[in-house]
């Protein structure tokens, strides 16, 4: 194929947009400052790149305006150190226009009956698409359906006349049509894949997924991204990026809820379900280690699977792995609760009237994150019960009300553990002193084996 005269236009565009990244003259726009957004801004700042921060909660921005963080993990020197780079935070989205790429980071949770909750991509899109320009490149990281960046993205853009003919392009070079891409935003999928408070793998080393919308979205977003991430890997299509997202959070859940229960089944067999875990786990290859707790939690493993089930049911396909996990996992606050009681009988104390002292609410270890937290869902449970329930947890001074919670409880020293009949491990924090835990409390129920290295007749393990 011989390149038109517009053909070379277009390689002279993208590779001027690729040296806009090289040089870091390219503008990055992340929407949306929370624990995705956040870091990733802070991550292109180290890296030298003017990034603006756009959300539409006016005290986050103005926080990060004045060098503050609201995130636990996140230094407010680091937020002041990217200022020196050029970060700022605004609510004004006709800024968008002024960004070369645009990263859109904001929740995708469930609506009541479990059905995907569009509202705040919709909303996202809508507002900026009217300040988007051609060379533009928009893409979306929050987690989804497969088909949500063509479905929502792409069509409101199209709206716009902003994306043209995109499903078409294509050629020899790879490169596109160039009289379409020339004109278009491009657009593409990329999946956010931290793993909140892992402090193993810095999040530069997770390999970021690029499914772009054509081929010249996916060169534009392999460059961005692989001027902060190691790897790169460049996807067929943002729909096989959006599923390859769901795929691993599905396989997590699944996994859990395999491992939560067995742990029932080790345990009414009077079996170390840690133990055989860890035993299962010298195999060099075949098995992958998953360890059961009170439930899931966090605003992933609990909700992704439904955006799949949601969305298979559109091309009648059945879920029945995701729903059977998702029941497996559900049932496990109760089955904490329930051990609770049963150990608090032998002890000689019935639930009602019972003072119980519930360690970690986030949900899980070292994160301040309260979003779909077992913890809460026990504590309800045994509020039901009629025991005095308190709570311990360092990074949430109080709990008040949520979106499937109503507690207003505020975090109780742990100066007194002797005083209440029971101490519930649900959050294994790594601050907590399980050797004084278990050597000042009368009973400790532990959801999460932390007190693995300890031996005690008033140790409970669920
Ligand atoms: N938290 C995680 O560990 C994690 C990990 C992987 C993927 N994800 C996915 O990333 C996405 C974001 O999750 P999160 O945990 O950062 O959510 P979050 O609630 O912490 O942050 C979202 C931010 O978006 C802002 N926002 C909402 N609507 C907006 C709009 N119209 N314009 C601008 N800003 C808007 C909110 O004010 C908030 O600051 C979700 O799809 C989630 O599933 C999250």
Redesign the pocket.
């Known amino acids: 194929m011989t390149p038109s005269n517009s053909a070379i236009a277009s390689v002279i565009e993208i590779e001027s947009w690729l040296e806009g990244v090289e040089q870091r003259t390219a503008r990055v726009g992340i929407?949306?400052?929370?624990?995705?957004?956040l870091p990733l801004a802070l991550l292109f700042s180290e890296e030298r790149f003017r990034v603006t921060g756009?959300?539409?909660?006016a005290e986050?921005v103005r926080s990060l305006n004045e060098g503050e963080s609201y995130i636990h993990r996140i230094e407010g020197d680091h937020v002041c150190a990217a200022q020196k780079s050029g970060f700022r935070a605004t609510s004004n989205f006709a800024e968008i226009a002024s960004m070369d790429a645009v990263l859109i980071?904001?929740?995708?949770p469930l609506h009541e009956d479990h059905t995907p909750d569009m509202s705040?991509v919709v909303?996202?899109i809508e507002?900026i698409a009217p300040y988007l320009r051609a060379g533009q490149l928009v893409v979306l990281?929050?987690?989804?359906y497969p088909g949500t960046t063509e479905e929502i993205i792409v069509a409101t853009i199209n709206r716009y006349g902003r994306v043209r003919n995109v499903s078409v392009l294509r050629d020899d070079a790879g490169l596109g049509e160039p009289e379409d891409d020339l004109d278009g935003v491009m657009v593409a999928f990329s999946?956010?894949?931290?793993d909140?408070g892992n402090m193993v793998t810095p999040r530069r080393d997770i390999p970021k997924l690029v499914g772009g919308f054509d081929a010249r979205a996916t060169a534009a977003a392999r460059a961005l991204y692989g001027s902060v991430f190691r790897t790169t890997v460049a996807m067929s299509t943002p729909a096989a990026a959006e599923m390859t997202k769901l795929l691993e959070n599905i396989y997590r859940c699944v996994n859990i809820a395999l491992v939560n229960e067995m742990k029932q089944i080790c345990q009414s067999m009077g079996v170390d379900i840690w133990e055989v875990i860890n035993a299962a786990a010298t195999k060099p290859f075949g098995f992958q280690a998953f360890y059961p707790g009170p439930g899931v939690g966090?605003?992933?493993i609990p909700?992704?699977p439904f955006y799949l089930s949601w969305k298979a049911k559109q091309f009648g396909c059945s879920t029945r792995f995701i729903e059977l996990a998702g029941e497996v996992n559900e049932s496990m606050p109760e089955y904490v609760a329930q051990t609770t009681v049963r150990a608090l009988e032998r002890n000689g104390t019935s639930l009602p009237g019972a003072k119980i002292l519930v360690l970690g609410v986030a949900y899980k270890a070292d994160v301040d994150?309260l979003r779909e937290s077992p913890a809460l869902t026990i504590i309800e449970m045994l509020q039901k019960g009629q025991a005095t329930v308190s709570y311990n947890d360092p990074y949430f001074p109080a709990v008040g009300h949520g979106r499937k919670y109503d507690l207003h409880l505020e975090s109780t020293s742990l100066d007194d553990l002797g005083s209440f009949d029971c101490v519930l491990i649900v959050t294994d924090h790594s601050v907590y002193d399980y050797e004084r835990i278990v050597r000042e409390s009368r009973l400790v129920i532990d959801s999460r084996n932390a007190t693995r290295s300890f031996e005690s007749s008033k140790i409970v393990r669920c």
Do not use: N
């Open positions: 929407i949306g400052l929370g624990y995705v957004g756009f959300d539409i909660d986050k980071c904001v929740p995708t705040y909303a996202t507002g990281e929050s987690t989804t999946p956010e894949r931290e909140p966090g605003h992933c909700v992704d994150d």
